[in-house]
């Protein structure tokens, strides 16, 4: 999976585009140059809105004309009223821009744009239905990584930081507040989740100074302090940094989770059947399903065309393994000999992980996809190790997509408690790395697209994307 910039907690906000921006057609310029100016200031409005956001997807706000940009964390809204008006009233300026006038290029942008406006429209309505928590991949998993990636370019973004800290208290009421108002709708988790997630806050806090969030601070302090002029070094006050850090943390952030514990803990009694009924136990679940499934895709077909079309790649799958393994000669074993030839498909990759390095092997896959891809662009990555304490509450592994003005700077983290053996050290790094999430974003960063392309976010596509080159190499390596 690829941690999200836009919404790095996308859940949190619906990935809804709150759009307010004005736009005045100015008669001395041709419809692109209109349209252009747009899509740049809707981009920036965008980013503004919530300092993670901005963060995480400009590294230098300034160079776009964002300055004093207010501290915000955002917070979850009931409202689905205004969320329905305001995607209207998006929708309505987008096209009051003629398409017909258009580039090929920011066509293209404008039907992106119209779909995302459309899909999050008829969406809006089930507002409620979205869960911002959820055990592995909610909130109270990615906010912590988010904000101990939260990188110091210099000390204003550690003051900033320190602010945001402040705000985790308030953030947290909203989503449970959020979660009140799904109970009382009968659209409440399971026990189940419910207990996963109340243990995952409970883990977190019982870290106290053994977790990551203190480490990870003392150890952006020290990079800052070392590329700092001079001058500025004199005046940087690293211990009282930590001392302020380590206040708010104990402050804010514990109590913060030790309060949404609690308060979901209170809403037991509206727990929901055990998960296994899915959306179809909830009144309107299947026409929620329907638009989940279309906007995740981005297709329109029904569920049952999807089913179908599902089924009939398995069968193709099935044919080519089948196939694959009369080639290795599978075919004309015992039962019992085919089984172990079959299972050395998925054994170690011999010569390939003789240097099972995360590093290592993401250099291997680099070349490996020369010959299938476009060479991709130069960029330094980083592989991050989970904590192993917090191993059984965090995804098996995920990459966090850099700024837009930043893209050489890339990062992966591995959840080694939920990596086996070698094969899947190796497909995982294929997923996200090379040719998988981090190729994908980095190469189409330096193509230049427009800003508020990078905004949006198609799950389909993404998760596609890096499936498929997961189970490419898979199958090249074993049988090609």
Same mark, same amino acid.
């Given at each position: 999976m690829s941690k999200k910039r836009s919404a790095v907690i996308a859940a949190i906000f619906f990935a809804v585009l709150s759009?307010?921006? %004005?736009?005045?057609?100015?008669? #001395?310029? #041709? /419809? *692109? !140059? !209109?349209?252009?100016? $747009? +899509? $740049? *200031? %809707?981009?920036? !409005?965008?980013?503004? =809105? *919530?300092?993670?956001?901005?963060? $995480? +997807? %400009?590294?230098?706000?300034?160079? $776009? =004309?964002?300055? #004093?940009?207010?501290?915000?964390?955002?917070?979850? +809204?009931?409202?689905? =009223?205004?969320?329905?008006?305001?995607? /209207?009233?998006? %929708?309505?300026l987008l096209q009051s821009y003629d398409r017909r006038r258009l580039s090929e290029e920011n066509k293209l942008t404008y039907d992106i744009l119209e779909e995302y406006y459309t899909t999050a429209f008829e969406l809006a309505p089930y507002s409620l239905y979205e869960e911002p928590l959820s055990p592995l991949t909610g909130t109270q998993s990615q906010l912590p990584v988010v904000l101990s990636e939260y990188q110091f370019y210099n000390t204003a973004d550690v003051d900033t930081y320190l602010k945001l800290l402040k705000k985790i208290p308030d953030y947290f009421d909203s989503i449970l507040e959020f979660e009140q108002a799904r109970a009382e709708k009968g659209l409440f988790m399971s026990e189940n989740a419910l207990g996963d997630l109340t243990a995952e806050c409970t883990a977190f806090v019982r870290l106290g100074k053994e977790n990551y969030l203190y480490s990870s601070f003392e150890e952006k302090l020290k990079e800052l302090e070392e590329e700092l002029p001079p001058k500025k070094k004199k005046s940087f006050n690293r211990k009282k940094y930590i001392k302020t850090h380590d206040k708010y943390i104990k402050k804010y952030i514990f109590p913060a989770y030790q309060a949404l514990a609690k308060g979901l803990n209170a809403l037991r009694d509206d727990c929901s059947d055990d998960g296994s009924g899915g959306l179809c136990r909830l009144p309107g679940g299947k026409q929620y399903y329907e638009l989940v499934a279309a906007s995740e895709t981005g297709s329109d077909r029904s569920i049952p065309k999807l089913q179908e079309l599902a089924r009939r790649q398995v069968m193709e799958d099935l044919g080519t393994m089948q196939t694959s393994l009369a080639q290795l000669g599978v075919s004309n074993l015992s039962s019992e000999d085919a089984d172990a030839r079959s299972s050395d498909l998925y054994s170690s990759q011999g010569m390939i992980l003789e240097d099972s390095n995360p590093v290592s092997i993401l250099n291997t896959l680099e070349k490996k996809m020369g010959n299938d891809f476009p060479k991709p662009p130069a960029v330094d990555v980083q592989v991050k190790y989970v904590q192993k304490s917090l191993e059984e509450y965090l995804s098996p592994a995920f990459y966090m997509i850099p700024a837009i003005d930043n893209a050489n700077s890339n990062v992966i983290y591995i959840n080694a408690g939920h990596i086996p053996d070698d094969l899947s050290l190796f497909t995982t790094l294929a997923h996200e790395g090379y040719p998988g999430h981090l190729y994908q974003n980095v190469y189409y960063m330096h193509q230049n697209p427009d800003p508020i392309r990078c905004l949006l976010g198609f799950g389909g596509y993404t998760e596609g994307w890096a499936t498929y080159d997961e189970t490419a190499l898979r199958y090249k390596e074993h049988v090609l």
């Amino acid at each position: 999976m690829s941690k999200k910039r836009s919404a790095v907690i996308a859940a949190i906000f619906f990935a809804v585009l709150s759009v307010t921006v %004005l736009s005045v057609h100015h008669f #001395n310029k #041709n /419809e *692109n !140059q !209109q349209f252009e100016e $747009y +899509t $740049y *200031n %809707l981009f920036c !409005q965008e980013v503004s =809105g *919530n300092t993670i956001s901005l963060h $995480y +997807t %400009l590294k230098n706000p300034a160079a $776009y =004309g964002i300055t #004093n940009a207010p501290v915000s964390i955002g917070s979850c +809204t009931t409202d689905t =009223g205004s969320v329905c008006a305001a995607i /209207e009233n998006a %929708l309505a300026l987008l096209q009051s821009y003629d398409r017909r006038r258009l580039s090929e290029e920011n066509k293209l942008t404008y039907d992106i744009l119209e779909e995302y406006y459309t899909t999050a429209f008829e969406l809006a309505p089930y507002s409620l239905y979205e869960e911002p928590l959820s055990p592995l991949t909610g909130t109270q998993s990615q906010l912590p990584v988010v904000l101990s990636e939260y990188q110091f370019y210099n000390t204003a973004d550690v003051d900033t930081y320190l602010k945001l800290l402040k705000k985790i208290p308030d953030y947290f009421d909203s989503i449970l507040e959020f979660e009140q108002a799904r109970a009382e709708k009968g659209l409440f988790m399971s026990e189940n989740a419910l207990g996963d997630l109340t243990a995952e806050c409970t883990a977190f806090v019982r870290l106290g100074k053994e977790n990551y969030l203190y480490s990870s601070f003392e150890e952006k302090l020290k990079e800052l302090e070392e590329e700092l002029p001079p001058k500025k070094k004199k005046s940087f006050n690293r211990k009282k940094y930590i001392k302020t850090h380590d206040k708010y943390i104990k402050k804010y952030i514990f109590p913060a989770y030790q309060a949404l514990a609690k308060g979901l803990n209170a809403l037991r009694d509206d727990c929901s059947d055990d998960g296994s009924g899915g959306l179809c136990r909830l009144p309107g679940g299947k026409q929620y399903y329907e638009l989940v499934a279309a906007s995740e895709t981005g297709s329109d077909r029904s569920i049952p065309k999807l089913q179908e079309l599902a089924r009939r790649q398995v069968m193709e799958d099935l044919g080519t393994m089948q196939t694959s393994l009369a080639q290795l000669g599978v075919s004309n074993l015992s039962s019992e000999d085919a089984d172990a030839r079959s299972s050395d498909l998925y054994s170690s990759q011999g010569m390939i992980l003789e240097d099972s390095n995360p590093v290592s092997i993401l250099n291997t896959l680099e070349k490996k996809m020369g010959n299938d891809f476009p060479k991709p662009p130069a960029v330094d990555v980083q592989v991050k190790y989970v904590q192993k304490s917090l191993e059984e509450y965090l995804s098996p592994a995920f990459y966090m997509i850099p700024a837009i003005d930043n893209a050489n700077s890339n990062v992966i983290y591995i959840n080694a408690g939920h990596i086996p053996d070698d094969l899947s050290l190796f497909t995982t790094l294929a997923h996200e790395g090379y040719p998988g999430h981090l190729y994908q974003n980095v190469y189409y960063m330096h193509q230049n697209p427009d800003p508020i392309r990078c905004l949006l976010g198609f799950g389909g596509y993404t998760e596609g994307w890096a499936t498929y080159d997961e189970t490419a190499l898979r199958y090249k390596e074993h049988v090609l």
